[in-house]
C-alpha cells in the first residue's frame, strides 16, 4: 500500500510539473513578453535582460534563455543548501519552464493591454499555486526564499516586494509607466490566485480516526511540529478500540499530514475542518523552523 500511495504522489508531481511549467510559458509567451508586461521574481527580471540585450547589444535573447540560465546556478545551490526532494521538483518545473518558453512561439492573444495583464497574472499564480500546494515550487526566488528560511530563520516578504517594485520601476524606465501599471494589475492579479489556490494562511483541525494510535502519533511527530491531542474512541460498529487523534494545521500543512496518516494507517478516517480561530501557541513557518534547527 505504501508503494502504491508513493507511486500516486510521484504521478500526481509529474503531472503537476508538466501542467505548471506550460502554464506559464503560455502565460509568459502569450500575454506577457508581447504585451511588454513583466512577470514577478526570475521570470520578470529575465525579461528586463532580454529587453535589456536587445536595446544595448542588439542581442536577441529568448526569456527562457535567461531564466534556464538563472535557475541551474539557483538549482545547484538549493541541492546544496536544502536537499533533494523539493530542489528536485522544483528545478524540474523551472527547467521545463524554460523549454517550453523557448519552443513556444511569442504571439499576442489579446490586443487589448489590460486583457494581457490580467491573463498572464492569472495563469502565473495557477502556475505557482498549485506545486506550492504539494510540497514544492516552480524554481528561482522559491527555493532562495526556502533556503534564506533555513540560514537565517527569516521570510523574505519585504525582499521579495522589493525586487517586484524594483521589476515595476525598470517597466515604466523601460517600455513606460502604462505597462508598469499593467504590470502591477498582473502581479495583483498573480498573488490573489496564489492565495485563493495555495491558502497557506488558514488553519484546519484534523480529527483522524484511527486504529494505530502509537504509530500515526510518531509519523505526525516526525513531519509535523504540531501538537497531537488524543482521544480515545470506540468503533460503534465492530466495537474494536482505537484513537481520535485531533490537531490543527496550517493549510499548507495538508499536504504532509494526508500523505502520512495515509502511509502509516490506509484504513484510517480523516475529518477536516475549517478553524475560525486558536488561541495559545500556534508556531509559523519561522518558529517551525527554529525548532527544526535545535533538532539538528
Request: glycine share 8%.
Amino acid at each position: 500500500m505504501q508503494t502504491i500511495i508513493a507511486k500516486k504522489d510521484f504521478a500526481l508531481k509529474c503531472v503537476l510539473i508538466v501542467g505548471s511549467a506550460l502554464i506559464s510559458a503560455v502565460a509568459l509567451n502569450f500575454f506577457l513578453i508581447p504585451g511588454n508586461i513583466f512577470s514577478a521574481g526570475i521570470n520578470g527580471i529575465s525579461q528586463i535582460l532580454a529587453i535589456l540585450s536587445r536595446h544595448w547589444f542588439h542581442l536577441k535573447i529568448n526569456t527562457g534563455w535567461l531564466i534556464l540560465l538563472f535557475n541551474v546556478p539557483i538549482g545547484l545551490l538549493g541541492w546544496w543548501k536544502i536537499g533533494r526532494g523539493f530542489t528536485i521538483y522544483s528545478f524540474l518545473t523551472s527547467l521545463l519552464t524554460s523549454l517550453l518558453a523557448i519552443v513556444l512561439p511569442i504571439q499576442s492573444l489579446s490586443n487589448n493591454p489590460l486583457l494581457s495583464a490580467l491573463f498572464g497574472g492569472i495563469l502565473t499564480g495557477v502556475g505557482v499555486a498549485y506545486p506550492l500546494k504539494y510540497g514544492f515550487s516552480t524554481g528561482g526566488m522559491d527555493i532562495i526564499a526556502v533556503i534564506l528560511e533555513k540560514t537565517t530563520g527569516k521570510t523574505i516578504g519585504t525582499l521579495m516586494m522589493v525586487i517586484n517594485l524594483i521589476i515595476v520601476l525598470i517597466a515604466g524606465t523601460l517600455v513606460g509607466w502604462e505597462n508598469a501599471m499593467y504590470t502591477i494589475i498582473s502581479l495583483y492579479g498573480m498573488s490573489r490566485v496564489v492565495d485563493a489556490i495555495h491558502t497557506r494562511h488558514q488553519k484546519l483541525t484534523a480529527f483522524i480516526v484511527t486504529t494505530k494510535t502509537d504509530e500515526v502519533v510518531a509519523a505526525l511527530n516526525n513531519s509535523l511540529i504540531r501538537g497531537v491531542t488524543i482521544m480515545p474512541a470506540e468503533g460503534a460498529y465492530k466495537r474494536r478500540p482505537g484513537a481520535v487523534l485531533m490537531v490543527v494545521i496550517s493549510r499548507y500543512e495538508l499536504y504532509d499530514l494526508e500523505h502520512v496518516v495515509k502511509t502509516v494507517d490506509p484504513d484510517c478516517f480523516v475529518n477536516l475542518v475549517s478553524t475560525v480561530d486558536i488561541e495559545g501557541n500556534f508556531y509559523d513557518e519561522t518558529e517551525q523552523l527554529k525548532v527544526k534547527q535545535g533538532q539538528n
